[in-house]
């Protein structure tokens, strides 16, 4: 079956930087995604990726893309307390495309300790 | 205002009983998708519509059944309640103009089947 996988906790300190990590399904997803869920809220997507990239970075969110290892990875510099959510990686798989039909892990929840 | 609006909320039901929830938007997006999320499971897709004339099965759509009434609406409805409907629902949104596949989601519905 289609899987994204994610680790489901992520604890870290106030002022470190923080990793988390997926591992997708399929080589010819064209757009990778990270979307941040808050307590009580809908999704929001945090940033994406274009699969002819490596890398991408946005203020203190780094996006690491390893194509051939079909490995994902977002960095948060800097961690603060507001950061404390649910991140979901997301792709397109093939099945998927022309529909937008994205396939999600199952978050990782991220918690910050000041 | 929100874009992307649900309701309810939150909503407590018996087994057996007829549901519906509903999700409206202001974002003029054509796509609209109904998706659940289960703790420890992320999000699954329930049913997604490509316009009021469109729609289709998502990965878990058995039990459920949708309505796409106009262009802003999209109803998810469940004809006969069981416990393991229980969970968070999402309403999200797409343009097909826009080639990224960003979802747009709305805060969520809680079903609670007792």
């Known amino acids: 079956g289609e899987d994204v996988e994610q680790s489901l906790f992520l604890s870290v300190r106030e002022g470190d930087s923080s990793v988390i990590n997926c591992t997708y399904t399929?080589?010819?997803?064209?757009?990778l995604y990270w979307y941040k869920q808050e307590p009580g809220a809908g999704l929001q997507l945090l940033t994406y990726?274009?699969?002819?990239?490596d890398m991408k970075q946005d203020q203190r969110l780094t996006v690491l893309l390893n194509k051939k290892d079909k490995h994902l990875s977002l960095r948060i510099a800097d961690t603060q307390t507001g950061d404390s959510a649910i991140y979901f990686c997301a792709e397109i798989p093939p099945s998927g495309a022309g529909s937008y039909q994205l396939t999600f892990g199952k978050g990782t929840k991220l918690s910050v300790i000041p | 205002d929100a874009d992307v609006t649900q309701t309810p909320r939150n909503r407590i039901t018996k087994t057996g009983k007829r549901i519906m929830l509903e999700c409206s938007q202001t974002k003029g997006h054509d796509r609209m998708y109904w998706y659940r999320q289960d703790p420890g499971l992320g999000l699954r897709l329930i049913y997604y519509?490509?316009?009021?004339?469109?729609?289709n099965k998502g990965e878990i759509s058995d039990g459920y059944s949708v309505s796409r009434q106009a262009q802003a609406k999209f109803s998810l409805s469940l004809e006969s309640a069981i416990p393991n409907q229980t969970a968070l629902y999402f309403c999200?949104?797409?343009?097909?103009?826009?080639?990224?596949?960003?979802?747009?989601f709305g805060e969520g519905s809680r079903l609670t089947v007792l």
């Open positions: 519509s490509f316009d009021v004339k469109d729609i």
């Open positions: 990726i274009f699969s002819n990239m």
């Open positions: 999200a949104t797409s343009d097909s103009g826009r080639n990224t596949g960003e979802l747009f």
């Open positions: 399929d080589s010819s997803s064209t757009y």
